[in-house]
């Protein structure tokens, strides 16, 4: 970019340049937010994604509709987070949604609480037996 900012004649043209690069252009940018907001509408868990890659993405995409100019207010948010969250996650989701105001919270806590339930997913139950055999008592 200093490349072509070197061969202007004025500081106006400079800033105008500037200005078109960085998506302030009105075409530019309506362009750029109806690709944000259509990435947002069919935003989704991808199949091995865990939860905080997902909640960084959603991040990711809120502050760019933000910079764009079309925010997305916070419950708004949550209220989608909540909803394409994964099958495994509906009982949580529904005890959020009933326990919480949504309308207060925010994708941290909501990102918080699916963790603690992925990582409580992952551990091994204490009463499966790993090696796969049936341990039998003398008396049994």
């Known amino acids: 970019m200093?490349?072509?900012l070197l061969g202007k004649e004025s500081a106006r043209a400079t800033w105008d340049a500037i200005r078109t690069?960085?998506?302030c252009d009105k075409h530019i940018r309506k362009s750029a937010v109806h690709q944000a907001r259509r990435e947002y509408d069919v935003l989704e868990f991808k199949a091995e994604e865990n939860?905080?890659?997902?909640?960084i993405r959603l991040n990711a995409l809120v502050s760019r509709l933000a910079v764009l100019g079309d925010p997305?207010?916070?419950h708004k948010v949550v209220e989608k987070y909540l909803r394409i969250a994964k099958p495994r996650f509906r009982q949580l989701v529904i005890s959020i949604e009933t326990l919480f105001d949504v309308s207060t919270l925010y994708v941290e806590e909501i990102t918080g609480r699916l963790v603690a339930a992925e990582d409580d997913?992952?551990?091994p139950a204490?009463?499966?037996q790993q090696s796969g055999k049936l341990l039998l008592t003398e008396e049994e």
């Open 126 to 128: 204490q009463h499966q």
């Open 21 to 23: 690069v960085r998506i």
């Open 121 to 123: 997913d992952s551990r």
């Open 72 to 74: 997305e207010p916070p």
């Open 51 to 55: 939860v905080e890659d997902f909640a």
């Open 2 to 4: 200093v490349g072509s």
